[in-house]
């Protein structure tokens, strides 16, 4: 017995799940879709615990999906905040070398974004960083014009308007506890009641490995939790910081290293690290949950990548427990910051995918079984691409037609 019957189910309402409700309902104006999420409001995961940073796709190897999909992205995510009316700022970015060792990294970074197809890069001398950041400080600075700022609850919030507005329904506070594959049809049990549906897609962040399980499909890669920590500059000293002041990230690491980032609300922040966390959701150090903990654990990956990772995890976790240690870190870009000007701030959780080999899963990963679509791996720049992803995949998932 089900209450309804939906031509697509998706489950998460994170940018990614939102996205692609919407791209679906804008196409398929006739299929009835139905989009779950466990919280009672959205964006109550990653994509409300982010830097809110609309990325150029510089960073990404060219020809993948990243790299793809944030490029136009971006001009995408600039142009739906333009045309909804959501604070965005395309204030661009410096990415700033403060070693002799990172400068031929930077130049590489520099001939990857020109691959990318960004336009407008230009690597510059202390000088001329310090015109454009006046408190910066490095040996040589890449100046990313396309990089800006949003904030992407407010997006989640506009996408669920709008689906709301094309005919969809968004549930909150039904979190899926099951999901059953008959011949004709798939029924997902949640605790607001089952939902027959003809195809399905998982969006589910931090659980989408587990939901892909209770599909019956074996996912290739487990998530990992990593906490990103943030501090705030007090108000009196935001001036420090015009726009976003980034390091030369560490290629062998999926993440970015502590940066500085002027919200759209002009609030400044410092962080995020990458730390790993012994909870899904566990956004403060003392989280623990035994399951998500114990099955890290017990994954062969996971020493893997203990063993691969573990003199940056050690530095990771010092900076997490020290903040002198973050702040060194810190003025390294900003040698006025000092440690009295940093205050605690939020944090977040990002959905990692490993591999069973202890690799970090780098692109983007969507893992289609018969009906059902799973969305494995979408780290740093999603939120970004989320428009581009859901275009991108919509396009090629067979299974979508009225
Ligand atoms: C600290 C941090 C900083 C970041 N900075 C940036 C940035 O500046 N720019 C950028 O582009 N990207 C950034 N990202 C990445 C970006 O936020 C994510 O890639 C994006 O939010 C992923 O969206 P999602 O919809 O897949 O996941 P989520 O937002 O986590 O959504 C998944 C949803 O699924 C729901 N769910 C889970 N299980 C169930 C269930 N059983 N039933 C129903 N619902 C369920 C969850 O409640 C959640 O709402 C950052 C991420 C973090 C954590």
Not at 34 to 42: F, H
């Amino acid at each position: 017995m089900t209450d309804s019957r939906y031509n697509v189910i998706i489950i998460g309402g994170g940018v990614v799940g939102l996205a692609f409700a919407l791209e679906i309902t804008r196409r398929f104006p006739r299929l009835r879709l139905l989009l779950l999420e466990k919280e009672d409001g959205v964006a109550r995961h990653q994509s409300g615990h982010n830097s809110g940073v609309i990325h150029s796709g510089i960073y990404y190897k060219p020809g993948s999906l990243k790299a793809r999909l944030c490029v136009s992205g971006a001009a995408a995510m600039v142009e739906f905040c333009r045309e909804h009316g959501i604070p965005h700022s395309v204030c661009g970015k410096v990415i700033v070398a403060t070693h002799p060792e990172e400068l031929p990294r930077l130049e590489d970074l520099s001939r990857r974004g020109e691959a990318n197809g960004l336009v407008g890069l230009r690597l510059v001398g202390p000088e001329e960083l310090r015109e454009i950041e006046p408190h910066a400080s490095g040996l040589q600075a890449l100046v990313v014009p396309s990089a800006g700022t949003t904030d992407y609850a407010l997006v989640c919030e506009k996408y669920a308007e709008l689906i709301a507005a094309h005919g969809g329904t968004v549930l909150t506070s039904a979190a899926v506890t099951g999901i059953r594959r008959d011949p004709n049809e798939i029924i997902v049990e949640t605790a607001r009641g089952a939902f027959s549906t003809a195809s399905l897609i998982n969006c589910a962040g931090l659980f989408s490995d587990r939901i892909s399980r209770m599909a019956g499909d074996k996912p290739s890669a487990m998530i990992v939790p990593f906490r990103g920590e943030y501090y705030d500059l007090i108000p009196e000293r935001a001036s420090l910081v015009r726009a976003l002041i980034y390091p030369v990230p560490d290629p062998r690491f999926p993440f970015l290293g502590v940066h500085f980032t002027r919200r759209i609300t002009g609030k400044v922040d410092a962080g995020p690290n990458a730390v790993l966390a012994f909870a899904r959701e566990g956004y403060r150090l003392t989280d623990v949950n035994l399951r998500d903990f114990t099955a890290a654990l017990v994954f062969p990956g996971f020493w893997r990548m203990a063993f691969r990772h573990w003199r940056n995890a050690c530095a990771e976790w010092y900076r997490s427990l020290s903040k002198p240690a973050f702040v060194r870190a810190l003025q390294r870009m900003l040698p006025e910051v000092r440690e009295s000007d940093l205050i605690p701030g939020g944090s977040g959780v990002r959905a990692q995918a490993l591999k069973p080999d202890g690799a970090l899963v780098d692109d983007f990963q969507f893992v289609p079984s018969g009906k059902v679509l799973h969305v494995l791996n979408v780290p740093s720049p999603a939120a970004t691409a989320s428009l581009t992803i859901a275009k991108a995949i919509v396009d090629t998932a067979a299974f979508l037609s009225e």
